[in-house]
């Protein structure tokens, strides 16, 4: 499906990261096509490197993908401190940033494309995008990377600080301060690794075309 070394690495090649991220666009929206053929859904991958990594913006229907080379120090810093060494601080990046995450963001777009309204920034949708990210991963068989991207949640949830404070959960938590959080590298990251590591282990979640018909019927 994508270049010589594969997606879940971290790219030098910013014309190739584009070029292989625009092939898995294609196969995400032509699944999402066959299950919902009246369902108006675009969505188009782009070179954009930004402090926010990697996003959906739902104002021209992109996912905008980031570079290594020009990721802020600040920013590799975080990488390098979670994964303990800057070899694994890249790596981590690869996987998800240059890896897991597409997908997440062009489920956000599908979330938009089957809402009658606008999609908030809450805990529930970044936890359904995570999980039509992992589902559809495992659709096209690598669980071997999902595999590598957990075992580095698990490391990376145990170092950050819990910042949900006692009383509260998670979810009630990250929708009340989910624009805040979202700023912060440690406290995103906490939410993000953790809904990760919840999902991955979730026995009880069917297949990548079972969740989605069951979501579209929910959305009817």
Not at 91 to 111: D, K, S, T, V
Not at 133 to 142: E, M, S
Not at 165 to 171: A, D, K, R, V
Not at 201 to 220: A, N
Request: proline share 5%; hydrophobic share 35%.
């Amino acid at each position: 499906m994508v270049g010589q070394k594969g997606w879940f690495t971290l790219y030098q090649d910013s014309t190739m990261l584009v070029k292989d991220a625009e092939k898995i666009t294609t196969a995400f929206k032509n699944d999402i096509k066959r299950l919902s053929p009246n369902t108006k859904y675009e969505i188009k991958a782009v070179l954009n490197t930004t402090p926010f990594l990697i996003y959906y913006d739902n104002r021209d229907l992109t996912a905008n993908l980031p570079l290594w080379e020009q990721v802020i120090p600040e920013q590799k810093s975080f990488f390098y401190e979670v994964a303990g060494n800057e070899s694994e601080g890249k790596e981590i990046f690869g996987l998800f940033f240059n890896g897991f995450y597409l997908p997440h963001e062009l489920a956000h777009a599908f979330q938009d494309a089957t809402s009658k309204g606008e999609v908030a920034l809450s805990y529930q949708n970044e936890y359904l995008a995570n999980t039509i990210a992992i589902l559809w991963w495992r659709k096209q068989l690598k669980e071997e990377d999902l595999q590598k991207c957990y075992a580095y949640a698990k490391k990376i949830a145990a170092k950050l600080p819990n910042p949900v404070p006692e009383g509260m959960t998670e979810e009630a938590y990250f929708t009340k301060n989910y624009e805040a959080a979202s700023q912060n590298p440690y406290i995103y990251g906490y939410m993000q690794f953790r809904q990760f590591i919840k999902i991955y282990e979730d026995k009880s979640l069917p297949d990548f075309d079972t969740f989605v018909k069951t979501y579209l019927k929910q959305t009817q």
